[in-house]
């Protein structure tokens, strides 16, 4: 048997070696970026609850001051309403006259010359 000299499995060992250094380097900034990802999402998940919060107390502050201005009776007088105008009357549609028949023309006379 033979053996196999070492000298060549060195660099293929030091090159798996770096190879699975990268792939860890990798995999841990990857974790990272998960990470903040998530913290991320979080921080804007509660964003959206605290909006969300504020803006129904808001509208439940409007529709007590809602409540509270319809309670002083502050509504404006009701304005007296204008009477509509009467439609203007058409005049009834009057029939034709029938046509009435002239007398026949005489014929054209000659023209008279001037003297």
């Known amino acids: 048997m033979t053996t196999k000299s070492p000298a060549p499995a060195a660099p293929a060992k ?3 070696l ?4 990268a792939a860890q380097r990798q995999a841990d900034h990857a974790k990272k970026l998960a990470k903040l ?3 991320g999402f979080r921080h804007a998940k509660d ?3 605290v909006a969300k919060r504020t803006a129904k107390k808001l509208r439940k502050a409007v529709k007590s001051l ?5 309670a002083l009776g502050t ?3 009701p ?3 204008v009477a509509p105008k009467a439609a203007a009357k058409r005049a009834k549609p009057v029939a034709a006259p029938a046509p009435v028949e002239l007398p026949p023309m005489p ?3 000659p023209p008279i010359a001037p003297v």
């Open 37 to 39: 990802a998530k913290l």
């Open 18 to 21: 770096s190879r699975i250094a």
């Open 66 to 70: 809602k409540a509270e201005l319809m």
């Open 14 to 16: 030091k090159k798996l």
């Open 107 to 109: 014929p054209e006379l």
């Open 79 to 81: 304005r007296k309403r």
């Open 75 to 77: 509504k404006k007088a």
């Open 47 to 49: 964003k959206f609850k």
